[in-house]
């Protein structure tokens, strides 16, 4: 049992201010595998204030001394990599496979990147008489979810530190193994006391007492547009700046000439992966309504390979969903798809055959599914796909942009213009074509309630940067 109960506070490990123990349960046993605190308003005061005193001379720092800095967290990551993974593992039943493959690998990745971009990153541009500079926008407070915990933690974390922020983390509380261990990295590797801070807490508590905080100049926020909107009411009053990050329900169009067998495995698998817990997954797949019958055929084919299962086990390709409260949330949608009227082809309600413990879910895909359905318009957040016919490319693209969310699209054809120009009329931060993928360089981030921000690469330098502008340059 990991003993996580302290705080990261001006680069020191501290106790919270009043004791509150809070079990962090392992999805795949059920059983508690961690202690963490919930903090208290006190504890962000402290935190806060230790970030605004180091970035009186942080937010001064030269290039050059965070390029050596983030060389350090990256070497540090390096070393500790495994670690990360095991912990991702424990604290969201990520498996094995899975967890050093891709959900640690966004630590490295977004650290690599960063220092990839402040290497010759502009932050000073001349227009008319003016020289604009670009400056950190000073101490940030970060909170981020559970399904890609640390994912959202180093696309924060990164491009602030490279500019010049200092910060106060607020992580998952389901989730909060690997932000420990990310905290005992930036300590490794030398980060200045202040420059991060990191406070465990619910959203209540430590949530809102950092997005009120009249000290924080700006609030970077990952999670479901429900939170997401109380972190900008409680922002407001300050007039700080909140980036949100928020949820999605994007559609895969299969096109009719797209290679059918590959781009319904490949949209059902990406569904499946991360056992469905990604706020980009391709959960509402367009299908021409000719073709529907096949496409279910594969559908179901391709939710019998996946191998559900102890995440420890190399073999297995999904593990449990976070929570019993996402667990029951699923199962609740489930039935409200049977109940609806769509077609279940493969899966439903339960656990996995062969599993009596930990909070499995079912590989499941509903077809002859209206996009008025609870099924197409909520964000379910577990394995689930739901298949939606359709008659016309026009009605696709309607279909597609009649969403509340604007996170992601994709689109699959045999015939990149096509793709292209189908690409071009939907209305979300990140479209994928045949399932391309162009790693940590490209922007991510949501229209409409998906969110407001950008994360990851260059762009994601932008959120965290204030521009001045003075004038009296010329001659
Ligand atoms: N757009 C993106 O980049 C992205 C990435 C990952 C996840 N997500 C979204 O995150 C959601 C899943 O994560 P979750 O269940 O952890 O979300 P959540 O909104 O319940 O929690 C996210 C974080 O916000 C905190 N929080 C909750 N209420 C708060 C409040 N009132 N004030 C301040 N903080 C508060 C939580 O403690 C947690 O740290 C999904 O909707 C998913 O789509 C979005």
């Not at 922020?165 to 420990?180: D, G, Q, R, Y």
Request: proline share 5%; charged share 20%; aromatic share 8%.
């Amino acid at each position: 049992m990991r003993d996580y109960r302290q705080f990261y506070i001006n680069g020191q490990w501290v106790d919270p201010l009043t004791p509150n123990d809070f079990e962090v349960i392992n999805p795949a046993t059920e059983d508690f595998c961690a202690l963490i605190s919930l903090g208290t308003a006190d504890d962000v005061d402290l935190a806060v204030a230790a970030a605004r005193q180091a970035f009186s001379s942080y937010g001064r720092s030269n290039r050059q001394e965070r390029i050596e800095l983030l060389e350090s967290c990256v070497a540090i990551y390096k070393k500790r990599y495994e670690e990360v993974a095991v912990a991702i593992r424990e604290e969201m039943g990520s498996p094995q496979t899975f967890a050093m493959e891709e959900q640690a690998d966004c630590g490295l990745g977004h650290l690599e990147e960063a220092l990839r971009v402040l290497r010759d990153f502009e932050f000073e541009e001349e227009v008319g008489n003016a020289r604009v500079f670009k400056e950190p926008i000073g101490v940030c407070g970060l909170i981020t979810p559970w399904n890609w915990p640390l994912n959202q933690i180093a696309c924060k974390v990164a491009p602030a530190l490279a500019v010049g922020c200092t910060m106060v983390l607020k992580p998952s509380e389901i989730a909060p193994l690997s932000a420990h261990i990310w905290s005992e990295i930036m300590d490794e590797a030398g980060v200045p006391a202040g420059v991060y801070n990191m406070v465990n807490g619910d959203g209540p508590g430590v949530g809102t007492a950092l997005s009120q905080h009249p000290d924080v100049d700006m609030m970077s926020f990952t999670g479901s547009t429900r939170a997401g909107v109380l972190v900008a009411q409680n922002a407001a009053p300050t007039v700080k700046r909140v980036a949100q990050e928020l949820g999605g329900k994007s559609a895969n169009i299969i096109l009719d000439d797209a290679d059918l067998e590959q781009a319904v495995e490949r949209g059902a698998l990406h569904m499946f992966s991360n056992t469905g817990q990604s706020c980009n997954a391709p959960s509402r797949m367009l299908v021409p309504a000719a073709k529907l019958a096949k496409a279910e055929e594969i559908a179901a084919r391709t939710a019998a390979s996946v191998v559900v299962g102890d995440p420890a086990d190399e073999k297995t390709t999904m593990g449990p969903v976070v929570s019993k409260a996402q667990f029951d949330k699923i199962q609740g949608l489930i039935d409200a798809g049977i109940a609806e009227g769509a077609k279940l082809v493969a899966g439903g309600p339960g656990l996995p055959e062969g599993i009596d413990k930990g909070y499995f879910v079912r590989p499941t895909v509903f077809s002859g599914a209206t996009n008025d359905m609870r099924i197409a318009r909520e964000e379910i957040f577990g394995p689930v796909l739901t298949m939606i016919p359709y008659d016309t490319e026009e009605e696709a693209i309607a279909i597609a942009n009649d969403t509340v969310y604007g996170l992601a699209g994709y689109v699959q054809s045999g015939d990149m213009d096509h793709a292209r120009q189908v690409a071009s009329r939907i209305r979300a931060g990140n479209v994928k074509i045949n399932g391309a993928s162009g790693g940590y360089a490209v922007p991510f981030g949501g229209y409409k309630q998906s969110g407001n921000g950008r994360e990851w690469g260059a762009h994601g330098f932008t959120d965290f940067l204030e521009i001045k502008a003075v004038e009296g340059y010329e001659g």
